[in-house]
């Protein structure tokens, strides 16, 4: 019998190893605007935005001071952020620019705009903001036609003059 995921369904939190808990926090706490909401001793910390129990862990149960895991291994690819508007996204590049941190990868997917990056620890980090349904890309047989073209930043970042 087929079994179909329930559509409310979401995913709830993502749990990271890192190998210093302070980097760690200075990135996705200081960098990246979330919230503390508990330390864990020395050795994790539960991170969120609106004021969750958590949207990111973070430990050094298995990982401390370890180096970052080869990129061509197994494992997790990246940690999606979604942001509620467009002018959010332009506002997080805004200030991923005025702290000179660097960028992997910035695309439009159609779906989706997304900026793409590293955490301390060579994690990928996707910041994104869905478009609306209505203007994602449909083929004639109704088949989603997802893409991955050049995100224009400047126009992006015009977002920010919108008022």
């Known amino acids: 019998?087929?079994?179909?995921v329930p559509p409310q369904?979401?995913?709830?939190?993502?749990?990271?190893?890192?190998s210093n808990l302070d980097k760690a926090l200075s990135f996705y706490q200081g960098l990246?605007?979330?919230e503390?909401?508990?330390?864990?001793?020395?050795?994790?910390?539960?991170?969120?935005a609106g004021g969750y129990h958590h949207h990111i862990g973070l430990n050094?149960?298995?990982s401390k001071d370890a180096k970052p895991a080869?990129?061509?291994?197994?494992?997790?690819?990246?940690t999606a952020i979604v942001y509620p508007t467009r002018k959010d996204l332009a506002a997080i590049l805004q200030r991923l620019?005025?702290?000179?941190?660097?960028?992997?990868?910035?695309?439009?997917?159609g779906v989706s705009e997304a900026l793409y990056l590293s955490d301390p620890d060579g994690n990928g980090v996707e910041l994104y903001w869905d478009k609306p349904k209505?203007?994602?890309?449909?083929?004639a047989d109704g088949s989603l036609q997802m893409v991955t073209e050049h995100l224009d930043l400047h126009d992006l970042l015009s977002e920010l003059n919108n008022l």
Do not use: C
């Open 1 to 4: 019998m087929s079994y179909t």
């Open 9 to 18: 369904t979401r995913i709830g939190h993502v749990h990271l190893k890192v």
């Open 32 to 34: 990246l605007g979330f």
């Open 36 to 48: 503390l909401m508990q330390l864990y001793g020395t050795q994790a910390a539960f991170i969120s």
């Open 60 to 62: 050094t149960w298995y």
């Open 70 to 78: 080869p990129h061509n291994t197994p494992g997790l690819f990246h």
């Open 97 to 109: 620019i005025d702290a000179k941190y660097p960028l992997s990868g910035a695309s439009d997917h």
């Open 134 to 139: 209505e203007q994602w890309p449909f083929d």
